[in-house]
């Protein structure tokens, strides 16, 4: 079971970028997640949906990003508006078979992460 993100690019500040993860292999998750680290910062938590569509944000990008499954449930994505050059980090996408919310331990399948840069 993989993850693949992609959709990591370099944007303005105030501008809009759309990461998306799909798995490969599995289809059974309970909950997937949008993470982020930035060089020499720990992993924080962006945001998590589960399997009937319920959503959690960090506050530092409520209002700002939106996370959403495609309609088969599989492929997540995550609409980034509103960048600021603070939300520069890698960007790497999480699933678990039974938890959710907004804590790494709770996640036991990783992807190996996009780049977004956001410049001022």
């Known amino acids: 079971f993989q993850l693949q993100e992609s959709g990591g690019d370099s944007a303005q500040t105030g501008g809009s970028l759309r990461l998306s993860c799909a798995p490969n292999?599995?289809?059974?998750?309970?909950?997937m997640a949008w993470f982020r680290q930035a060089p020499g910062m720990e992993r924080e938590a962006v945001a998590s949906i589960d399997t009937v569509g319920t959503t959690t944000y960090a506050d530092s990008v409520k209002g700002r990003f939106t996370i959403s499954k495609d309609s088969a449930g599989h492929t997540m994505f995550l609409q980034m508006d509103s960048l600021k050059p603070e939300d520069t980090a890698m960007y790497y996408c999480?699933?678990?078979?039974?938890?959710?919310?907004?804590?790494?331990?709770?996640?036991?399948?990783w992807g190996q992460g996009t780049q977004v840069t956001v410049s001022s």
């Open positions: 999480a699933a678990d078979q039974s938890r959710c919310g907004l804590r790494a331990w709770a996640y036991e399948y």
């Open positions: 292999g599995y289809y059974g998750v309970f909950c």
